[in-house]
């Protein structure tokens, strides 16, 4: 039989609008697995309106809107229970009600990053899932109140790192359905990474110090670990200059002896973007009077410089690490 035209372009299993969405499309939508849907239902009475005969769940866009909203409280750390009666519409538990403002913790003074994280794996937990479900706001939501409580180096290593990796791992035992979500946690990653809080009065560099300047390799897209670290020097109240992927050196190089820095800090995710000749010329790119030349210090960053050490340079295992060699440098 031919397709008619109002089914065409219609999720597989959806069925009508009046009939409502099936189990297994809601499932994938909401990026959990129908068991979890037919529990909620069995446990808190999360289920469909209707049913149809042969007990068949279809969900209207009410039962939806529902479970979308047992999603987010769920992945905010909300226990199922609680999240569940504020999803049937009892009040949020998120949020104050009349009178009892001052009863919820205020956020701490941004980039303090001295409040110890809970829960990691919770946190993780709930970022990949909103992840999954594509649901930006929440996601926008839990890493922006992620870096203000916490800072970016906790939020980087213990939440935003294990995150990015299981999701990754779903796309690989996936094939490519789970492309989309990686790309959109990356992106969201980075926009709060470039609104991480900076102190109110910079540092002052050293002397003769110039700002830090950060830029991956030629060839290297992979930027988002750099941009970890530039939050975090930013957080820290460090000058600095952030140049992005695959930075020609011809480029680098000028900028180098324009700015006079106090450090580069050379990123490579993969040994085939490593280009230790170009570390080695950058380390040796000079500015300055005759007799009163200065030089940086080259930061290898990444595991692409995995290997032999080079003579004179820093290659800091990870992101803290890299702050306290940098704030170290920074500092004369």
Do not use: N
Not at 19 to 47: E, F, H, I, K, N
Request: hydrophobic share 40%; aromatic share 4%; with cysteine.
């Amino acid at each position: 039989m031919g397709e008619s035209r109002s089914d065409r372009g219609r999720e597989p299993g959806t069925g009508s609008a009046e009939a409502g969405v099936t189990t297994g499309a809601l499932a994938r939508r909401l990026g959990v697995s129908p068991t979890t849907l037919r529990s909620w239902d069995r446990r808190y009475g999360m289920g469909p309106a209707v049913r149809s005969g042969g007990r068949h769940r279809r969900w209207t866009p009410q039962d939806v809107a529902m479970l979308e909203e047992m999603c987010r409280l769920t992945s905010a750390g909300v226990p199922p229970a609680e999240a569940a009666r504020a999803a049937k519409g009892r009040p949020d538990p998120l949020a104050p009600g009349p009178g009892t403002a001052g009863d919820r913790p205020e956020p701490l003074a941004p980039a303090a990053g001295s409040e110890p994280l809970g829960d990691p794996r919770q946190e993780c937990k709930g970022l990949a899932r909103a992840a999954v479900r594509l649901d930006a706001p929440s996601m926008e939501d839990q890493l922006t109140s992620l870096v203000e409580r916490h800072g970016v180096v906790v939020g980087w290593e213990e939440v935003m790192v294990p995150a990015l990796h299981a999701v990754g791992r779903k796309w690989e035992s996936a094939g490519d359905r789970y492309v989309e979500v990686e790309h959109l946690l990356s992106w969201h990653i980075s926009r709060v990474l470039h609104r991480a809080p900076r102190p109110a009065e910079p540092k002052v560099p050293a002397a003769g110090a110039g700002p830090i300047v950060l830029a991956c390799v030629p060839g290297e897209q992979h930027c988002l670990p750099l941009e970890a670290l530039h939050a975090g020097l930013a957080e820290q109240g460090l000058p600095t200059r952030m140049f992005g992927p695959a930075v020609p050196p011809e480029a680098l190089t000028a900028a180098v002896r324009r700015l006079g820095p106090a450090a580069v800090v050379l990123w490579s995710q993969t040994r085939s973007t490593a280009d230790r000749p170009l570390a080695r010329h950058i380390a040796s790119t000079t500015w300055g009077v005759r007799g009163a030349r200065s030089h940086p210090v080259v930061v290898l960053g990444g595991p692409g410089w995995a290997g032999r050490p080079e003579p004179g340079m820093l290659r800091p295992p990870g992101l803290r690490e890299a702050l306290t060699a940098l704030t170290g440098l920074a500092d004369g």
